[in-house]
């Protein structure tokens, strides 16, 4: 299990959009930067919310017996619809630079789109308290939403190099429903692969009105953007990275929607790594003349 332990020690922070083994001899350096150089994640991004439900969702993200959640973990981890039962809350996480860059974390080769130059800046970063915050946080996922290009970096490497699908992280990711939006992806190779098309908004809402749990969004930071945009994120994790890039493509492009956002947790590891949990808060309020 030598092997197993360094893909968190030595490459970048477990979790994070192409996480690599070095003892696969370079196979996860080669299949991620094949699989995810050309754009951020999302091809099935519509602009509104529609209106009608998306009816191709398998009828039960939960009927797993627990799927990856943790096994001390309570089965009604959720967000809370009025006084009613716990129903599933959608979680996206993130590994960003000081200038919010989050482009090419894990390796020089991961993207290379626009000529960027500065990949692996989350390559040994963070102690063993970050990585296990992140390691748990993928345990108690009850399902994953990706979009297009993370989901194809992700299968193949932590849904394919058997070191990585090894580590708790890829037991998670191997054994929990993933959902991927894409209006292109005909063949999915991961199993337990579901495809939304169509009404995007709908499907995902529909996900989300299943009882308990965490549906979680890694990387695909279109697809991040568009959730925020559209009032479906119930809590966005951003793990820190001390570090200024000067160029790639950031989390939040330099114009785009405004939202407020209470800070629900923060804390800062001995490396200077800091992680924080934000809930969306509606509009911010500006100063008026």
């Known amino acids: 299990m030598a092997g197993v332990e360094r893909i968190g020690r030595e490459g970048n922070l477990v979790g994070g959009v192409a996480a690599e083994a070095p003892d696969a001899g370079g196979q996860a350096e080669r299949r991620c930067a094949t699989s995810a150089a050309d754009r951020l994640d999302s091809d099935v991004l519509p602009k509104r919310r529609p209106g009608k439900f998306f009816k191709e969702i398998r009828e039960a993200v939960s009927d797993r017996g627990g799927g990856a959640r943790r096994r001390d973990e309570a089965a009604d981890k959720g967000r809370r619809q009025g006084k009613g039962t716990a129903i599933m809350k959608l979680t996206t996480m993130t590994q960003v630079t000081l200038d919010g860059v989050m482009q090419g974390n894990g390796a020089a080769s991961d993207d290379r789109r626009n000529g960027f130059e500065r990949g692996g800046w989350a390559r040994g970063k963070g102690d063993d308290e970050t990585r296990r915050f992140i390691t748990q946080t993928y345990q108690r996922a009850e399902a994953f939403l990706f979009g297009r290009r993370t989901y194809e970096l992700f299968a193949g490497s932590w849904g394919s190099i058997d070191q990585m ?125």
């Open 165 to 289: 699908r090894a580590h708790p992280i890829g037991v998670a990711l191997n054994e929990a429903p993933k959902y991927v939006a894409s209006t292109t992806l005909t063949a999915p190779r991961w199993e337990d692969t579901t495809v939304l098309r169509g009404d995007l908004a709908a499907a995902i809402s529909e996900l989300k009105a299943k009882p308990g749990g965490e549906l979680q969004v890694h990387g695909s930071g279109a697809l991040a953007r568009w959730l925020l945009e559209n009032d479906l994120v119930d809590e966005m994790i951003l793990i820190v990275i001390p570090v200024i890039l000067g160029q790639g493509a950031r989390l939040f492009p330099e114009t785009g929607p405004d939202l407020a956002l209470d800070l629900i947790e923060s804390r800062v590891d001995s490396k200077g790594v800091t992680i924080q949990v934000y809930r969306p808060a509606g509009r911010p309020r500006y100063a008026t003349a």
